[in-house]
């Protein structure tokens, strides 16, 4: 029975932190593709580091008061609000630097001033979007929908693989339409070699299954017994990664990014970077239909 009960409490606790690191990546990819942000964390002095650090403190800490990432709530003195505090923004500098280094902004090369810097900088908003995660995308919707008839639904099996495609493209398109006219897409793809791309692919994959079947945001059960033509987990993430890498193929042509006459391997790196953003808005666009 103890051994059941310690099982529990790690699921639970392993459920919690990456319901954090999703909510993270929502809030806070954007920013992680914006060079002047790099520019501030490489210059920052110190004492600008540990005002950000305080600032991401107390404002985490005042996120936490009303439903932090554990979906629970806590008296303003509670020695529990400080450590759930605490590790918000622990999970927001491990997902930061992670994506940081897949981009190739953190590099053995890299002075320890400069790295701590861009960290500290860019985990901003991934502490905030780990304090956001229930409110961006928590469970909100009626429980009595359970009891819907299975025929029916069955008959709109493919109706439902055209929201989750439309929801996919919606997702994708608040995400990384602000993205894709930046220079930041073509210095990432100038500096990625095959070895990271593959990364990026599994990155990405990986971030849009734990958002829509793992981190226990809106309706996550019903969503893995919905049937239809690529409803099962691993199909329609991929099926979600494809659409995703399409729509930014789609904006960076639309602002002429990229070009029919290119080669199709400038057109694979530059839609591989853009591809990450775009899958995490997409997981959260099929959440929101």
């Not at 979906?71 to 450590?83: D, G, H, N, V």
């Not at 900088?121 to 008839?149: I, K, M, T, Y």
């Not at 495609?165 to 339409?177: D, E, K, P, S, Y």
Request: neutral net charge; hydrophobic residues 50%.
């Amino acid at each position: 029975m103890a051994t059941k009960r310690q099982k529990d409490v790690w699921k639970s606790e392993i459920n919690d932190i990456i319901r954090g690191a999703c909510g993270g990546f929502l809030f806070g990819i954007p920013l992680l593709y914006t060079m002047e942000v790099w520019w501030i964390g490489s210059r920052a002095k110190p004492q600008l580091m540990m005002m950000a650090i305080a600032f991401m403190f107390i404002v985490v800490y005042l996120l936490n008061q009303t439903e932090g990432f554990r979906k629970r709530r806590y008296s303003w003195l509670a020695p529990q609000a400080a450590m759930d505090t605490v590790e918000a923004i622990a999970i927001g500098l491990a997902c930061s630097t992670f994506v940081l280094l897949l981009l190739r902004e953190l590099t053995p090369e890299t002075s320890l001033k400069e790295s701590l810097g861009k960290i500290i900088f860019e985990s901003v908003p991934f502490a905030l979007g780990v304090a956001l995660a229930n409110q961006l995308l928590g469970d909100s919707r009626n429980s009595n929908a359970e009891g819907q008839d299975t025929t029916s639904n069955q008959k709109d099996q493919l109706n439902g693989t055209f929201a989750d495609v439309g929801g996919t493209l919606i997702g994708a398109t608040i995400i990384a339409f602000n993205i894709a006219p930046t220079d930041e897409i073509t210095m990432l793809a100038a500096a990625a070699s095959p070895p990271w791309e593959l990364a990026m692919i599994a990155t990405s994959l990986l971030i849009s299954y734990g958002i829509v079947f793992q981190a226990g945001f809106s309706d996550q059960q019903k969503r893995r017994e919905q049937k239809g033509i690529f409803q099962r987990p691993s199909s329609e993430t991929i099926m979600s990664y494809l659409v995703s890498l399409l729509a930014s193929a789609f904006m960076l042509w639309f602002f002429q990014k990229l070009s029919f006459s290119d080669p199709w391997t400038m057109w694979l790196d530059h839609t591989l970077m853009l591809g990450l953003p775009a899958t995490i808005g997409g997981a959260a666009g099929r959440l929101a239909i």
